[in-house]
Every structure is written in structure tokens, then in C-alpha cells.
């Protein structure tokens, strides 16, 4: 009872830190309302044309000039190690100038989430998901939307079973892409079986 209380608890917590910022965005328009979410969850990011990057410091705190660029776009965001998910990204889809997304060791980062990458198709050049718990070889297909994809970190992924498989195919979905991935025993085999069917899922689409 007690656990189930607590895992209530959490969840509430996830959907309150993840939710839409339609007020915001009402009132200051979608790129502040993406800048607000993305300092709520103690991310960073980067305003186009702009060299100076928003965080917040280690008490949570950070600074409110960012409410001065009213209507421009965010260019780079780093929501590394927060608990961004599938919902909460639903503030940064109106970002068409996004370049780079860091989502390093994110617990909420899935393959639901990695589905909704394709509304950055036309500008997400780097896009970093190692060490994201929760991403299967299902969620990598996904990305074979994202075609002008640089640059890809897919390093220490504990629900990848075939690495070495993954990021041959990666390679083929993604030719212009420099894939990292590290973490992995590449030494290590799985059962033949397995290998085809991770193969099959990445191949039919």
C-alpha cells in the first residue's frame, strides 16, 4: 500500500513537472513558453543567434532575461539527466530551428518519445540519447525520419541486446549520420534468433 501510495505520488509529480504550458504560450508566445519548461525542469538551451546559454544554477534558480527574446526560436537545448517525457515534449514541437537536443540519462525518455522526434526533421542535426534507460530497439527505428541527423549518441542503452547489430543498421538508416556508441561489449553475442528479430524491426519500416 505504502509502495503504491508513493508510486501515485511520483507520477502526479511527472505529470505536474510535464505539463503543457499553454498559458505561457498564450501570453508570451511558444518560444518563451519552451524556454520556461525547458529551465523548470533544470535544462539549458541556447536562443538562435544568440551565444549565451540559460541554465539554472545547483538551488534550482536561473535568470529571467531570457523573457526579453520573445520570438525567437531555441536552437540548442540540453535537458540531460531530467525527467522530460513523451507529454512534456509536447512544449518544444513548436521549435522549427531546433539543431541540437541533449537528452543524456533522461529516466523518461522512451520509445513513445523517440516516436515524436519526427517533428524535427527539417532542422534536429544532433540528437544525444545515451544512457536512457527506457529506449528498445523500437524507438530507434523511429529515428530513420530524422534525415539530416549529424551526429548521433546512442551510447550505454541497457535495453539494446544486439549493439553491434543496432549500429550497423543505425548506419544504413541514417548513411550521413556519425553514430557514438560506446558502452557495449561488442564481444558479446546474443542468440541468433534475437539478432534477426532486432534486425527484422529494424528493416520493416
Known amino acids: 500500500m505504502f509502495l503504491g501510495w508513493r508510486s501515485n505520488l511520483r507520477r502526479r509529480g511527472l505529470q505536474k513537472k510535464n505539463a503543457y504550458y499553454g498559458y505561457t504560450q498564450t501570453f508570451y508566445g511558444p518560444d518563451i513558453a519552451a524556454a520556461y519548461y525547458v529551465l523548470s525542469l533544470k535544462g539549458g538551451f541556447r536562443f538562435a543567434?544568440?551565444?549565451?546559454?540559460?541554465?539554472?544554477?545547483h538551488r534550482g534558480k536561473f535568470n529571467w532575461d531570457f523573457m526579453s527574446h520573445k520570438d525567437t526560436p531555441l536552437e540548442e537545448v540540453d535537458m540531460s539527466h531530467t525527467v522530460i517525457n513523451?507529454?512534456?515534449?509536447?512544449?518544444?514541437?513548436?521549435?522549427?530551428?531546433?539543431?541540437?537536443?541533449?537528452?543524456?540519462?533522461?529516466?523518461?525518455?522512451?520509445?513513445?518519445?523517440?516516436?515524436?522526434?519526427?517533428?524535427?526533421?527539417?532542422?534536429?542535426?544532433?540528437?544525444?540519447?545515451?544512457?536512457?534507460?527506457?529506449i528498445t530497439i523500437g524507438g530507434l527505428v523511429a529515428l530513420r525520419n530524422l534525415k539530416g541527423l549529424h551526429r548521433l549518441n546512442v551510447s550505454s542503452l541497457p535495453g539494446i541486446s544486439s549493439p553491434g547489430l543496432v549500429i550497423i543498421l543505425l548506419e544504413e538508416m541514417l548513411p550521413q549520420c556519425q553514430i557514438t556508441a560506446t558502452g557495449y561489449d561488442l564481444s558479446l553475442r546474443q542468440e541468433a534468433g534475437e539478432e534477426e528479430e532486432e534486425e527484422h524491426m529494424l528493416r520493416q519500416r
Open 49 to 57: 543567434g544568440q551565444s549565451e546559454w540559460f541554465r539554472t544554477d
Open 86 to 134: 513523451y507529454t512534456g515534449l509536447g512544449n518544444l514541437v513548436g521549435q522549427h530551428s531546433l539543431r541540437t537536443l541533449s537528452l543524456r540519462g533522461c529516466p523518461e525518455v522512451d520509445d513513445w518519445f523517440l516516436s515524436r522526434l519526427h517533428v524535427f526533421q527539417d532542422s534536429l542535426e544532433e540528437l544525444d540519447i545515451s544512457h536512457c534507460p527506457r
